[in-house]
């Protein structure tokens, strides 16, 4: 058997919020990119429906096709732009331009062109062209003849709009406002002053929009003020009236369809209507959660969509009204909880908007929800020293959940909280159990809990920089009014007053181990006394963890000096250490083997080992070109089927990683796109289609007869349901409709596969035609004699719970005569 090669794949968690998303003619999707691929979002489900799978790099832009309304254009880093049907998600052909594609246009009078944004060879200098797209019957076509239209433009496609059905290209950048005529050539510039005193420093442009069907152009500034431009056919007679709402700069500006309406965004996390541009006639929809970055309005004008910087699509109706929301995963500014699992859910859990955690669903690439940690209103601004989610840990198979936040303005001044929440099976969800205030006098570093079945009581352990850690024990706080439990410190251990960097169990839990700096010291969790210290002196310890299943016994150390150490904890000796510039360690709770990724010039590297052994089982170069910060292994669902030594690692667990730009990345064979086939896509978008009263009857109704079918015996006749299992109904039922045949063709093959074959027979149908033509000349009194024999019979046979009617002698003459009745004619329809 030859195994597939492993490959790094982006598993999700890509921005959605990266360019503008799209409506479809219909508004039923929405199209976003999404890393180097485009997803296809119901707007009414919030289902992901589709992946478009094909560039080689990050998507730069979306756009449909203003000839063909079921077809998508897409361009890319990679220098291509493709074409897509995208109810089926097929790529249809390849443009290949060459430079890096930075954002497309397509105007609506545009003939086979679309205008592109590339870079010059000067960094930070930006063009844009137009290119022809050639008609050919490949699907692979060169395109590279391009023709320049403006210089010195924003990379930022919000920054060039198209105007009166794309008579004029306007473009902002910096103080500068360029409007672009295309059928005369010719370009009117318009500056805004910037240097004569600090307010009008402010008034550089951020986006720009164009009126639908007037010559009138929007522009966004810095200080929160929209221009709207009219007469900007002359440098000289030019005018611009000002809307101003916003207190910080606008993202973005969008036109209804009917240009009626300028819709714009910023920081302030409302979505302002403008009607009919006027500043006295506006509407609101505020609390949206995080600041607006881009505004899509979809072609027939009934609904409206938002990007926002929390990695979130929200879909509005034209009332102002939020309808749904398309939540990716979130980026916050730091991961400082690191990567964790449910144990319950099995999503992936990690810092989300500020103070919550947010559970990630690694299946379904969305998020399942928020737990709000810090419990308080964020107030957005840049200058506000905020309360920080810093450290978080499961425990207790997902029964109880440690929470650290701190807030810091000076150096002398440090608030510190740790909370203590428990998962309540009434609420599905986590209640606050126990709060503690300055559970230690500096910074936490560390915390962990005693997941060990054996034991019957939780422990959980922090380790500070104040040179302590601290034993917490659940005990019971019941009073005269209520029962209850609650958290309190049972211990308080250090060592030479050094600080406490690490702390992590032994997987039987008999065993502590806590660094202080450059030395691990190992605690009974029983007496908690110090049993041994192991001391290398290779620079301050960064990870510590203990090996699991055969190999328990050995404890993992990594250090700031870039030494990997191993101790036997038997002998409390050195069995290996490995020169190795560690960023990550991580162990499989799942198996013995132990990932540890390393920093070097080119990227990072992965080794997988067995702390038994230093020679590591599996090693991949250049995993990223960037530093990997976290990992994790999450447990499989299905056990894996690798045979040979070096991929046995993925069997039970798969492993993530998350990079400094907070790109999720896994190891598999396959991307799940490419695991599907056809009929299995659509089978999943049927699967994604919403949970209504007569689907969960037809469900209910499908679970009873599966478990009928595999309840019966095997001597048991069953007719199954004539439409299942039928060639022609699943090639009708399954195939697009712009490919299938006539009607009139598929209609006598339809027909066909409904009726009954006569060849068809059971065996107990066989003798008992042959027994019928015998005594066909008996009389009623022996007919009545064999039926009743025959009842006798099938009653004494074994038929399981359900027992067959038999027909009577009369009854299967009458059969018979139908049998021998003439179908053919139902061909002829």
């Not at 000839?67 to 109810?87: A, E, P």
Request: proline fraction near 4%; charged fraction near 25%; include cysteine.
């Amino acid at each position: 058997m030859v195994e597939e090669s492993v490959r790094v794949v982006r598993c999700g968690g890509s921005r959605l919020n990266f360019r503008r998303a799209v409506f479809s003619a219909d508004s039923k999707y929405i199209f976003c990119v999404s890393g180097d691929f485009v997803k296809v979002y119901s707007s009414a489900t919030e289902e992901c429906v589709h992946v478009l799978h094909g560039h080689e790099d990050v998507v730069s832009g979306i756009l449909l096709n203003p000839n063909n309304h079921l077809q998508l254009f897409s361009c890319s880093f990679d220098g291509t732009i493709k074409l897509w049907d995208y109810l089926d998600g097929i790529l249809i052909k390849t443009f290949r331009v060459g430079p890096k594609l930075h954002a497309i246009f397509i105007p609506a009078r545009a003939e086979d062109s679309v205008f592109l944004t590339i870079s010059k060879e000067e960094p930070d200098i930006f063009q844009l062209v137009s290119v022809k797209l050639p008609k050919s019957s490949s699907q692979d076509v060169e395109a590279r003849e391009l023709s320049f239209v403006l210089d010195y433009v924003n990379r930022s496609p919000k920054c060039i709009a198209f105007g009166n059905e794309g008579e004029y290209i306007a473009a902002v950048r910096d103080f500068y406002l360029s409007v672009y005529f295309l059928k005369k050539k010719k370009t009117c510039n318009f500056t805004l002053p910037s240097t004569k005193n600090k307010k009008n420093a402010k008034n550089k442009f951020t986006c720009v929009a164009c009126h639908p069907k007037e010559d009138c152009i929007a522009s966004g500034h810095m200080d929160g003020k929209i221009r709207l431009w009219r007469n900007f056919h002359d440098d000289k007679k030019y005018t611009y009236t000002c809307l101003h709402w916003h207190h910080d700069m606008v993202m973005d500006l969008a036109f209804t369809v009917t240009g009626t309406s300028l819709l714009s965004g910023g920081r302030e996390c409302v979505l302002v209507e403008w009607r009919e541009g006027s500043e006295k006639n506006k509407e609101f929809l505020p609390r949206l959660g995080s600041t607006i970055e881009h505004i899509s309005v979809s072609p027939a004008g009934d609904l409206f969509c938002t990007s926002h910087s929390d990695n979130k699509i929200t879909v509005i109706h034209r009332n102002l009204s939020a309808s749904a929301v398309i939540q990716g995963l979130v980026k916050d500014r730091s991961i400082s909880t690191g990567l964790m699992v449910d144990p319950r859910t099995k999503a992936l859990v990690l810092n989300g908007k500020p103070g919550h955690l947010q559970f990630y669903s690694l299946q379904g690439d969305k998020q399942l929800y928020n737990l709000d940690i810090i419990q308080q209103e964020y107030i957005n601004d840049d200058g506000l020293i905020q309360i920080e989610l810093v450290k978080a840990a499961f425990g207790c198979s997902g029964t109880w959940l440690a929470t650290v936040e701190q807030r810091q303005e000076n150096k002398s001044e440090l608030e510190l909280q740790m909370k203590l929440w428990t998962y309540s099976k009434k609420t599905q969800g986590f209640a606050l159990n126990t709060k503690i205030t300055m559970p230690h006098d500096d910074h936490i570093t560390a915390l962990c809990f005693n997941n060990a079945e054996n034991y019957e009581k939780p422990i959980l352990v922090t380790a500070s920089r104040d040179g302590h850690f601290k034993v917490w024990a659940l005990v019971d706080d019941s009073d005269i009014y209520k029962k209850a439990i609650g958290w309190t410190c049972d211990f308080v251990g250090s060592y030479h007053k050094y600080q406490a960097t690490n702390c992590c169990f032994s997987e039987d839990g008999s065993l502590l181990a806590v660094s202080f700096e450059e030395i691990v010291t190992i605690w009974d969790s029983e007496t908690w006394e110090l049993k041994c210290t192991f001391c290398q002196r290779a620079g301050k310890i960064r990870h510590l963890c203990f090996g699991r299943l055969t190999c328990s016994k050995y404890l993992l150390a990594t250090t700031h000096n870039g030494i990997l150490c191993c101790w036997n904890l038997l002998s409390c000796s050195m069995q290996w250490s490995a020169k190795l510039n560690v960023s990550v360690l991580e162990p499989d709770p799942y198996s013995d083997y132990v990932a540890a990724v390393s920093r070097s010039t080119a990227g990072s590297d992965l080794f997988v080992f067995k702390p038994s052994e230093p020679r590591p089982l599996y090693i991949q170069k250049n995993v990223s070109r960037e530093e990997v910060q976290w990992g994790v292994f999450v447990p499989r669902d299905v056990p894996g089927s690798f045979t040979s030594e070096a991929h046995q690692w993925l069997n039970r667990s798969q492993f993530y990683f998350l990079t400094k730009s907070q790109c999720l990345l896994t190891f598999s064979t396959k991307s799940p796109e490419e695991k599907l086939t056809p009929t299995s896509k659509q089978l999943l978008a049927e699967e994604s289609l919403p949970t209504t009263p007569f689907s969960l009857i037809l469900g209910k109704h499908r679970q009873q007869q599966e478990a009928r079918l595999n309840g019966t015996s095997e001597n048991e006749l069953i007719q199954l349901p004539l439409t299942e299992n039928i060639p022609a109904i699943n090639e009708l039922l399954h195939t697009p409709a712009h490919v299938l045949p006539s009607a009139s063709f598929l209609c006598s093959l339809f027909i066909n596969s409904l009726l009954l074959s006569k060849e068809t027979k059971s065996s107990e149908e066989i003798p008992d035609d042959v027994d019928m033509e015998d005594k066909e000349e008996s009389d009623s009194s022996d007919e009545e004699k064999d039926f009743t024999e025959k009842a006798q019979e099938t009653n004494n046979t074994d038929l399981g719970e359900d027992v067959i009617h038999q027909l009577s002698k009369s009854e299967e003459k009458e059969l018979r005569k139908f049998r021998k009745v003439d179908y053919s004619w139902l061909t002829a329809l």
